[in-house]
């Protein structure tokens, strides 16, 4: 079975520094870009960005930006979303997403979310 | 940067009705960009649709997806009693993703 499963929630003071985690299975991890999605409290989903397992290269949405940065380790099929200090604003539901292909008739391809995680709770209080 | 606008922004409807959600772009899209997502409440996201109109595995096929250049509709043949959650249509251009603001289908 393909699954992401993602670390739990997590409590920190702004200012502090984060890393939450996404465990690919079921699949060869290098083969599929992951992306991360932000959720805040009542709101609707945002794209943060995307990374390539197989050579970590990343693109980050311009919202995000400077403010997160993604990784991944393919000896153990994990992605990264990690900040260096945080805000109370990083105050979220986390997902990270596998992406799937779509080879479109003239020959362009596209990608979309085929497999999410169950999400992590950040939460940022002092 | 391209923005999709959905709407209603709540639907309400009775099970066994038929649900038609809109999600329009502020400018033409490739139709093969655009997917459509589920999230039921206290939930992850699910992908229902991609390519516009194409169902993702193990989809039911009451979910039917459509539309071209800068209008998309999700209908819902007949809501069943599960189908009530919040549907976010997205939009993907090279490197970059967009989600609509999403449609909440509640009980009427």
């Known amino acids: 079975e393909v699954q992401l499963v993602q670390s739990g929630a997590e409590v920190k003071k702004p200012g502090e520094s984060l890393r939450i985690s996404c465990k690919a299975s079921g699949y060869r991890f290098t083969t599929y870009w992951i992306s991360w999605v932000r959720q805040m409290p009542g709101k609707g989903l945002e794209w943060m960005g995307k990374i390539d397992p197989s050579d970590s290269y990343t693109r980050y949405s311009p919202s995000f930006q400077g403010h997160v940065t993604m990784s991944a380790d393919k000896s153990i099929s994990t992605a990264y979303l990690q900040w260096s200090s945080l805000r109370a604003s990083d105050t979220a539901m986390y997902y990270c997403a596998r992406l799937g292909v779509y080879y479109a008739d003239s020959g362009s391809f596209y990608y979309y979310m085929d497999v999410w995680g169950k999400g992590t709770t950040v939460t940022v209080s002092s | 940067e391209i923005v999709l606008t959905q709407s209603p922004g709540t639907l309400s409807l009775s099970p066994g009705e038929r649900a038609t959600l809109s999600c329009r772009a502020s400018q033409s899209v490739s139709s093969s960009s655009l997917s459509w997502y589920q999230q039921k409440s206290g939930q992850g996201p699910r992908l229902l649709i991609y390519?516009?109109?194409t169902r993702a595995t193990g989809i039911p096929d009451r979910f039917s997806g459509s539309g071209s250049g800068t209008d998309f509709t999700l209908t819902i043949s007949r809501l069943e009693p599960e189908d009530f959650a919040v549907y976010y249509c997205q939009q993907y251009v090279p490197s970059f993703f967009t989600f609509g603001g999403g449609t909440k289908v509640e009980i009427k």
């Open positions: 390519g516009a109109s």
